[in-house]
Nanobody, 126 residues
Framework: QVQLVESGGGLVQPGGSLRLSCTIS????????VGWFRQAPGKEREGVSW????????AYADSVRGRFTAGRDDANNMIYLQMNSLKPEDTAAYYC???????????????????WGQGTQVTVSS
């Protein structure tokens, strides 16, 4: 059974940093596109970053560009999201997701992803 598990969330003050990790079991990450999404209470799920199957095509939402860095480690079936200069508006549950097939450019829409993690909470507050 395919399983994705996020870790690394927590409480951090504005301006601080967190590094999220996502491990995948039951399916090879190689040749799959991956993405990071987030959802705050009462708000729609939104994309944060998208990584194509080669690992070279990485895109970011305008709200996080320049502050967040995403990457992948296919040998260890893992992806990560380094979050710097965190703001209160970054507070949300963060999810990793993967597609079932090759995508040179990772899909942007949540509905295009096939497997999801359970989420990890990130809270940015003083």
């Amino acid at each position: 059974q395919v399983q994705l598990v996020e870790s690394g969330g927590g409480l951090v003050q504005p301006g601080g940093s967190l590094r999220l990790s996502c491990t995948i079991s039951g399916v090879a990450l190689d040749r799959r596109a991956v993405g990071w999404f987030r959802q705050a209470p009462g708000k729609e799920r939104e994309g944060v970053s998208w990584i194509g199957s080669t690992g070279n095509m990485i895109a970011y939402a305008d709200s996080v560009r320049g502050r967040f860095t995403a990457g992948r480690d296919d040998a260890n079936n893992m992806i990560y999201l380094q979050m710097n200069s965190l703001k209160p508006e970054d507070t949300a549950a963060y999810y990793c997701a993967a597609t079932d097939r090759y995508h040179y450019y990772a899909p942007r829409r949540p509905q295009d992803y096939d497997t999801w993690g359970q989420g990890t909470q990130v809270t940015v507050s003083s």
